[in-house]
């Protein structure tokens, strides 16, 4: 799609030339945006909002942007998504080059994400699961925060053998997308990678087995429904003063450190842990942003990139908590004490997420192939197996291989 800089420039001059009662400096009237549903993303929503957008937040999104995106015209202006969302929608063609469009050439460098010479989202904060661990129980049991996830379990036993809790440690081991995160988090923790020769899949070994292996560990002390646990759920078990131990998102750090303390209680933020005597943290680095729709008008493409770089500013950093919300890449950002788990997991040598178009689909088949394992109901090497041979089907479908 071919974008008219003289109507971009039309379009954005009358927007951001206007003035509003809802304090929103441009419209955002007819446009609609899809997004996940967390604090952080929340608060930029409700920004969107103000300036006239419609929006959406469902956890399901990762399920859904690519139809939402392949409709013409797209069903969402925007989708706020994250390293994973950009790497399949910008691989099928279905994300507008923003280079043009008037405000983009003035952001930060870091909220400029570029693919092939041409700006394709804008990213508005940095994420990173680490180790968020109850500090005044492990005072009150004598108890060092644990580094490696061997420690963790050390840990999650010493605080069920005491009484404290009976499932204090918890996870986002939801089957489907989280599921296969964890998968992926914790083979980061191995030093080896998921691909090998290009597409060719590379988990089918002893850094695969040694991953499932180890979420077995992890699951076989968490609350039986761990299957159903995302990280709405993780949040929620911390504020409630039912689990003491997660490796979860950055984005999260906030709400479970006031709800420890709502409970008389404090959090620890440290880095993701470490697995098998290995340095390589169980994590990886994310952004989260906008991007736009293809499928959209020249005008729609304008107005939906002003609604973006107003609801992404220091006039909402400075609004109720949001400064403490996550990692922001906004100007005016200043790190708070919930954002030492990221810096620490980031410091730990943790690699980002893989931006390679085919990692959503080995994404897909962890996510679909590995319960069973966890079940009890097949080997790890089966699993494995089962992993590789729906990968190789689905990427060789998708000319990756």
Known sequence: MK??????VATAAALFGASYANACAVDGAGLSILSNDFPAINAIQAEARACGAETEENADVNNLFLDALSASPAAYNIVIGANSTFSSSNAGGLLASISDVPGVAD??????????????????MANAS??????????????????SYEEVLEVADAMKAAGVMEYPLT??????WNLANEFVEIFQA????????????????????????MMKELTSRMNPDYLTFDSNAV???????EAAIANNWGSRAAKVAAGAEALGGSITHTSAPTMGGGSAPAGTLWWDGFMFAANQ?????AAAVAVAIESADAEMLGKGDNAGLTVWLIDGYSPTPAATGVFATANAGAKAYPMVPYMGTLHTAIGA???????GAESAEQALADVEAAYVAAATEAGYL
């Open 130 to 147: 680490h180790l968020m661990v109850r500090q005044d129980i492990l005072d009150d049991l004598g108890l060092a925060v644990p580094t």
């Open 369 to 375: 192939e590995i319960v069973e394992f966890l079940q």
């Open 107 to 124: 952001l930060p460098a870091p909220m400029k994400i570029m693919q092939d010479g041409e700006v394709k989202a804008i990213a508005f």
């Open 297 to 301: 008008s020249d005008e729609e493409l």
């Open 190 to 213: 191995t030093g080896e990678s998921m691909f090998a020769d290009g597409a060719n899949p590379n988990v089918n070994n002893a850094a695969g087995l040694a991953t499932l292996n």
């Open 171 to 176: 996870g986002r081991f939801a089957a489907g």
């Open 235 to 241: 949040q929620a078990q911390f504020e409630a003063g």
């Open 3 to 8: 974008f008219n800089r003289i109507a971009l």
